[in-house]
């Protein structure tokens, strides 16, 4: 006799089933926000509720678009910008990708390293701005240094975190079989803590773009930065929100890009809301 004849109050359970949703459907609804933003922005300026001194209109925007880059200023300002922050992310990732390693696979390193970078950590990167202008002066290397500080911590505690969650019985197993150290970290260790660097990666890549906002305030002569203080001083709210925008799209385009490596790296792994 079935457990339903046995239980009459009990129901024939009913397996939830997965909803295929196109591409095209899913970046339809993705962009039903930024739209709808834009649209209120829009309307917000034809009816006056913003005034051109307060915020410029779309419009207004679009040409101030065509205005840089027609004169070239938007091209050098982006090239300049997308240098420091690449090399300061490049830095602070290997820094970041070092140390955690170092920390979270050798019982030294975690009793010599960790407590002072954790200490470190708790420190604000934008209160080390005025110790770099005296350290480094105005010029490029103490913007590029920021940016490196700003994003070696995320990736140290995603590293190190994603190193000790390795399944110790697959270490010592391959150990067993005679594997070296370095052979270890890169076949073993390195794969199985790979969602924890791309989450770490993810955030280094966010704060990239925060602390190149605020490099850029350092007596900037070039870049995004510079071009926001230039029409900070003419009140042009046009260049001011095309600067705005582009330090979004860039740390936009940050996320797209850690998105599509852990689709390439992961491919098993399941979208979040996929099942809803």
Known sequence: MSAAALHPGLVRPRPQRRRARSRTYSLTVRALGPIALLALWWAASATGLLTPDVLASPVEVLYAVGELWGDGQLPDALATSLTRSGLGLLIGLA????????????????????????????????????LFMVWFGINETAKILLIAVATTFPMYVSTSSGVRNTDPKLVEAMRSFGMGRLALVREVVLPGALPSLLAGLRLSMTLSVIALIAAEEINATAGIGYLM???????????????????GLLGLTADIVVRLLERGLMPWRTPQGARR
């Open 229 to 247: 203080s230039q029409a900070q001083s003419y009140a042009r709210t046009d260049i001011l929100a095309v600067c705005i925008l582009v330090y």
């Open 95 to 130: 820094a970041g990708l070092t140390l955690g390693i170092t920390t979270g696979f050798t019982r030294l390193g975690d009793e010599l390293l960790d407590s002072s970078l954790q200490t470190l950590r708790t420190i604000p990167f934008l209160s080390l701005v005025p």
